[in-house]
């Protein structure tokens, strides 16, 4: 099936998604972004007032095209809420290959740069990975409950405790130049939780 042609929009967008994971935020340039595109700068300034202003845009345009893998992934399907958790955290694990800028976090890498002096971009990378969280969140709700765990933690705070371990990973795999790192983090945080959840024996992980 022919894929449908992207608009000038989408296309800056996309561009968005690389060039900014591959550069910064800082040191990404209209220009840049018109040219991994294939558009004017005419054509930038028609869809967007600023590059702050495709930015926004941009942190929900990952956010959209991330929550449609994740919707998608395999450990969805599994029926276990544990299982589903610790799927979430395998499959993250699964998907670290290639270059950084293909595997790392387009609203993790912006928001480092410009929390402070671009609200707009924070308020957009905080949306997306708060959103993000929550998916998680339902699973570790359901699967507290079914083992019986009751703490003074809330799922919620454990939902953006992975998401930090999984924001640090990257970190890690750029200072490292590649994604070893990233995955043996999210190997310990795949113990933390079988310990926290109190697996015992193999578990069912598809990925």
């Known amino acids: 099936m022919p894929q449908p042609r992207r608009t000038a929009r989408e296309k800056l967008l ?28 005419g054509g930038f300034f028609h869809h967007f007032k600023s590059k702050e202003d495709l930015a926004v845009a941009a942190a929900d345009h990952f956010s959209r095209k991330a929550d449609s893998i994740f919707v998608d992934a395999p450990y969805c399907a599994l029926p ?30 912006m928001v480092q740069e410009a929390y402070e002096t671009h609200p707009a971009i924070r308020q957009a990378c905080d949306k997306s990975i708060t959103e993000h969280a929550a998916m998680v969140e339902q699973d570790i709700a359901t699967a507290m409950r ?24 990257f970190i890690l795999a750029k200072a490292k130049g590649g994604p070893e790192i990233a995955t043996e983090c999210l190997d310990h945080l795949i113990r933390y939780l079988e310990m926290l959840f109190h697996v015992t024996g193999k578990r069912e992980t598809i990925q």
Do not use: M
């Open 14 to 41: 996309d561009s968005a998604l690389s060039v900014i994971r591959q550069k910064g935020y800082s040191a990404t340039t209209v220009d840049d972004l018109c040219h991994a595109a294939g558009v004017t700068k």
């Open 80 to 109: 276990d809420p544990v299982d589903r958790v610790l799927g979430y955290v395998a499959f993250r694990r699964s998907i670290l290959q290639g270059e950084l800028s293909e595997f790392t976090c387009l609203v993790g890498t």
């Open 146 to 169: 079914e083992v019986g765990i009751a703490s003074d933690f809330t799922p919620s705070s454990l939902a953006f405790h992975i998401q930090a371990v999984i924001q640090g990973a």
